[in-house]
């Protein structure tokens, strides 16, 4: 079985579940504009960048061509507001089950790390659980322009790390992140279902389930 030299993760879905925030701050939004956002609506936004995420939301509201680009920005930035708030209130208890331990154990095999993630807001995120530690390289929404499917989310954080693209494992819930992966021969590691993640190297439920040692 082939070795991998650096891992690179995914946050939202992977590491902690940040999507309930991202939609309670959503929701109140589309509640402001008057209408219903549901938690099916917000599926679309996991792995979506802000501004890609509103124009999913507007659409649903029926109110795509309603506003300026100017009045969207406005939008964006009070539901990040909201959402700062949630974020600033969490701790090591939300890291997702396994996410810790498979961390852990990467870096005791010295395999290099990397946060490969579409949020602005993942340093907060990550100082507040408190794994910043576990990370060499932090690439998000902050460094890159291109979204997934786009690898430059992956692609930025192996040359990073200094490693080959073949060299490197991607963890991600969802579709796009693991096109992305395979775009480049990185290894498509999924987290979540087959039904939802059909593109995947492989597949585990969640980290707790993956097997460091056999691709480190
Ligand atoms: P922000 P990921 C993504 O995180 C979220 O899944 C997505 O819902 C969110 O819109 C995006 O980050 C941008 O987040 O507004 O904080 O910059 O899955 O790529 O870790
Ligand atoms: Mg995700």
């Given at each position: 079985?082939?070795?991998?030299?650096?891992a690179l993760?995914?946050l939202d879905g992977v590491l902690?579940?940040?999507a309930?925030?991202h939609?309670?701050?959503?929701?109140e939004l589309?509640?402001r504009l008057?209408?219903e956002?549901?938690?099916?609506?917000n599926?679309?936004?996991?792995?979506?960048?802000r501004?890609?995420?509103l124009e999913?939301?507007?659409?649903?509201?029926?109110?795509?061509n309603?506003?300026?680009?100017?009045e969207?920005?406005?939008?964006a930035?009070?539901?990040?507001?909201?959402y700062v708030?949630?974020i600033?209130k969490?701790?090591?208890?939300?890291?997702l089950?396994?996410?810790l331990?498979?961390?852990?154990?990467?870096?005791?095999r010295?395999?290099k790390?990397a946060?490969?993630?579409?949020s602005?807001n993942?340093?907060?995120?990550?100082?507040?659980v408190?794994?910043?530690?576990y990370f060499d390289e932090?690439?998000?929404?902050?460094s890159?322009s291109?979204a997934k499917?786009?690898?430059e989310?992956f692609t930025q954080?192996a040359?990073?790390?200094g490693v080959a693209?073949?060299?490197?494992?991607?963890?991600?819930?969802s579709?796009?992140?693991?096109q992305a992966?395979?775009?480049?021969?990185?290894l498509?590691v999924g987290?979540?279902?087959?039904?939802?993640?059909?593109v995947?190297?492989?597949?585990?439920?969640?980290?707790?389930e993956?097997?460091v040692e056999?691709?480190?």
């Open positions: 079985m082939k070795k991998y030299k650096a993760f995914d902690v579940d940040t309930k925030y939609y309670l701050a959503w929701k589309a509640q008057g209408f956002f549901t938690e099916q609506d599926e679309r936004l996991k792995g979506v960048s501004m890609a995420s999913i939301l507007l659409e649903v509201g029926g109110m795509q309603h506003f300026s680009a100017e969207k920005e406005q939008m930035a009070e539901k990040n507001a909201r708030e949630y600033s969490m701790d090591a208890s939300e890291i089950d396994g996410a331990d498979t961390l852990k154990k990467l870096r005791e010295g395999v790390i946060l490969g993630s579409a602005k993942s340093p907060i995120i990550l100082k507040n408190g794994l910043t530690e932090i690439v998000d929404g902050n890159v291109k499917p786009d690898p989310v954080g040359e990073r790390l693209y073949e060299d490197c494992a991607v963890f991600e819930d579709l796009a992140g693991l992966a395979k775009s480049v021969n990185m498509a987290i979540g279902t087959r039904e939802n993640l059909p995947a190297d492989v597949l585990y439920p969640s980290l707790k993956f097997e056999k691709f480190f």
